[in-house]
């Protein structure tokens, strides 16, 4: 997998780095995904719930992509999913769920996602899934 995105392939040209934003109340989680993406070259921001997030969004962060854990405190998934879907600027980002609660994969289906991802997940598959929807994007 290619760490960067190359705009051009000639000298002086910009090198984009791809970025997740990546929300999940579990530190454990969090370190974990991080240093898989990161090592994949994807610049990652991290958050410990939605409204940690939605800051870092209104504080101009554009990642390529939000990996979304649902069930978490002070501003859970959902309410971050609907707060990014009614913003112009943000609606387009598109976004992994996460969720290791199987009634939440059943209502997270009316989010209208890039894809759901089911905890506990390897590696290997939340790579798979942040590099189809990950574009390149300046942060």
Not at 43 to 64: D, F, I, Q, Y
Not at 72 to 92: I, K, Q, T, Y
């Amino acid at each position: 997998m290619e760490r960067f995105w190359s705009s051009a392939r000639s000298p002086g040209r910009s090198v984009v780095v791809r970025s997740v934003l990546l929300v999940d109340d579990d530190a454990d989680i969090r370190e974990a995904a991080a240093f898989v993406l990161e090592d994949a070259g994807y610049h990652v921001v991290s958050a410990a719930n939605g409204k940690e997030a939605l800051s870092a969004l209104e504080r101009g962060l554009r990642p390529s992509v939000i990996v979304l854990d649902l069930m978490m405190p002070v501003m859970n998934g959902w309410e971050f999913h609907d707060n990014v879907r009614h913003n112009a600027d943000l609606a387009s980002i598109p976004m992994v769920v996460v969720t290791g609660d199987p009634m939440a994969t059943q209502r997270a289906d009316k989010l209208e996602v890039a894809a759901y991802l089911r905890k506990p997940f390897d590696a290997s598959a939340l790579l798979d899934l942040v590099g189809r929807i990950a574009s390149p994007n300046p942060t």
